[in-house]
């Protein structure tokens, strides 16, 4: 479970359990239910990552949403998460941290394609090398805080967690010309684990 749960999760685990000392049965049980909710949404579970050098990992759990080719032949891909989905996001290639920067927006809904655009998000870049990957963690409708565990300049390796989303999100992530594209709308995805892209050429 991440760490961010702590702060939701121990007042509903002491609301409970006060609830039961006083006998109060239904306080308790909506606040058991709750503490089990927040428990659930933070999970935090390992992740088999692959090791081919060559392969892009997608950075989030969820559903592939949009695929989309830009004029410069960078294609962005949008995972949607819903409340059910692991929010912790990890790392899609090994490399520096080369830049991190906060974009003020709105709050609609993660799986409209306005939502790469119009909402608040935490863009990062990484450099592997030979190429760079940017990536965004985007807030949804439900979503109002995004977090970043990593800093510019921090070394990263590939399915490495650099933060997370909370209740709801969107993170698209976008590959250059020389990557090729080995998902399709409709996909599931699973962050650090799910290959997303490949680099054929490198």
């Known amino acids: 479970m991440a760490k961010d749960a702590y702060p939701f999760l121990i007042p509903f685990l002491s609301i409970t359990v006060l609830s039961l000392a006083f006998g109060f049965k239904w306080p308790a049980l909506l606040c058991a239910a709750l ?36 004029a410069d032949g960078t294609t962005r891909i949008s995972i949607f998460l819903s409340i059910f989905d692991v929010h912790v996001n990890r790392a899609p290639v090994a490399g520096r941290v080369e830049s991190i920067s906060y974009l003020p927006g709105r709050f609609k809904a993660a799986f409209g394609s306005s939502a790469s655009i119009e909402n608040e998000q935490n863009v990062l870049v990484i450099d592997g090398g030979s190429y760079k990957i940017k990536f965004s963690q985007i807030a949804g409708i439900l979503a ?30 976008f590959l250059p010309q020389q990557v090729r594209v080995v998902v399709k709308l409709g996909d599931k995805v699973r962050g650090g684990s799910s290959v997303i892209g490949r680099l054929d050429n490198v």
Do not use: Y
């Open 35 to 70: 503490g089990l909710f927040v428990a659930f949404f933070f999970r935090d579970p390992e992740r088999a990552i692959p090791r081919d050098e060559n392969s892009i990992v997608s950075p989030a759990d969820g559903k592939i949403v949009g695929i989309l080719t830009t």
């Open 144 to 173: 109002r805080r995004i977090v970043c565990w990593k800093k510019p300049g921090d070394s990263v390796s590939k399915g490495e967690r650099i933060g997370l989303i909370k209740f709801g999100s969107r993170v698209d992530t």
